[in-house]
């Protein structure tokens, strides 16, 4: 069974550039959830696909967007980069069942000079 | 909304010493709960979980008992490892809207030798 992966692993950007994140969820998973975890933070939840769409958003602005495929891979956008965008970035997929459990990707750290 | 609370560290114990980290959290309902643990440079590993009162998690020698009452989820070890050493999140995920889970600040554990 594979488990949940991510690319890049590092990132460097530069202010007001835009980056493209991607997760590959773990096998049968259906869902895919993003989240923003700053350095010493727990991390935040950004958003969670469903069957391709949104299917739930926490406290980021619009520049942060999303995308999942058929194959339920899925990308996190984020334009306009801020500072303070500079973080681990985990993707954690999951069945679309309540309270089951999230299984997270090693992460893609990127940082905003 | 929902929260979740923990024990501020850092916590350094000696190798064989008792550990507590304690987590408390606000939510409507019952929700289900978890300890993801994350080692130096890496994701976040699911170390256990519970979804209903007196439910009691266990993995690895870490127990952990989802206390309705007291609203608490309190991580325990009987004797821990130089191994164990890594930051500690408590979780929820809450019954409204998308399948989010909610996390503590994080507990960075330290185990001498």
């Known amino acids: 069974e594979t488990g949940v992966t991510q690319s890049p692993t590092h990132l460097i950007k530069t202010r007001g550039q835009q980056v493209t994140l991607r997760c590959s969820s773990q096998?049968?998973?259906?869902?895919v959830s993003w989240y923003q975890q700053a350095l010493g933070q727990g991390p935040q939840f950004i958003f969670q696909y469903y069957r391709e769409e949104e299917n739930g958003r926490g406290n980021f602005p619009p520049r942060f967007s999303g995308l999942q495929f058929p194959n339920y891979s899925s990308e996190l956008n984020v334009n306009a980069l801020e500072l303070d965008d500079s973080a681990l970035y985990l993707c954690a997929s999951s069945l679309r069942h309540r309270q089951e459990t999230q299984y997270f990707g090693p992460g893609t750290r990127l940082l905003v000079l | 909304g929902d929260s979740v609370t923990q024990m501020e560290g850092p916590v350094t114990l000696s190798e064989e010493a008792f550990l507590t980290i304690n987590c408390t959290y606000t939510a409507t309902g019952y929700p289900s709960l978890f300890w993801y643990v994350q080692y130096p440079g890496e994701g976040l590993q699911l170390l256990l979980k519970?979804?209903?009162?007196?439910d009691k998690g266990s993995n690895k020698g870490f127990e952990a008992t989802y206390r309705k009452e007291t609203t608490s989820f309190h991580l325990e070890k009987g004797s821990v490892q130089v191994s164990d050493s890594a930051v500690y999140f408590c979780?929820?995920?809450?019954?409204?809207?998308?399948?989010?889970?909610?996390f503590g600040q994080g507990t960075r554990l330290t185990i001498n030798p």
């Open positions: 519970a979804t209903k009162a007196d």
């Open positions: 979780a929820l995920s809450g019954l409204q809207g998308a399948q989010k889970l909610v």
């Open positions: 096998s049968g998973h259906n869902t």
